[in-house]
Nanobody, 120 residues
Framework: QVRLVESGGGLVQPGGSLRLSCAASGNIFDIKAMYWYRQAPGKQRELVAGINSGGSANYADFVKGRFTISRDNARNSVYLQMNSLKAEDTAVYYC??????????????WGQGTQVTVSS
């Protein structure tokens, strides 16, 4: 069984910063790509950023230049540094990863989400 656990969400003023963390645990053989998604109230879940096992990253246009995704393969973890936060960044942020569990094929796993609220 694999678990993804996010942390680091909270309330921040516009222009502020937060750092989200997500750690994977369980019978993990390998982790391929890792992603951050977000879902605002009344909206569909959307991709924020992704990073492959080699460290190459991609970003949605609406966060380019403000957010940075990184990972620590030794800790099975992915991070999202969020700077210059705006009210429209308010959402539940979810960690997602393509994980190969020992003895099985690769599967897609989700964390439980962490709330980010940007408000004065």
């Amino acid at each position: 069984q694999v678990r993804l656990v996010e942390s680091g969400g909270g309330l921040v003023q516009p222009g502020g910063s937060l750092r989200l963390s997500c750690a994977a645990s369980g019978n993990i053989f390998d982790i391929k790509a890792m992603y951050w998604y977000r879902q605002a109230p009344g909206k569909q879940r959307e991709l924020v950023a992704g990073i492959n096992s080699g460290g190459s990253a991609n970003y949605a246009d609406f966060v380019k230049g403000r957010f940075t995704i990184s990972r620590d393969n030794a800790r099975n973890s992915v991070y999202l540094q969020m700077n210059s936060l705006k009210a429209e960044d308010t959402a539940v942020y979810y960690c997602n990863a393509d994980i190969v569990v020992i003895g099985t094929m690769m599967s897609d796993y989700w964390g439980q989400g962490t709330q980010v609220t940007v408000s004065s």
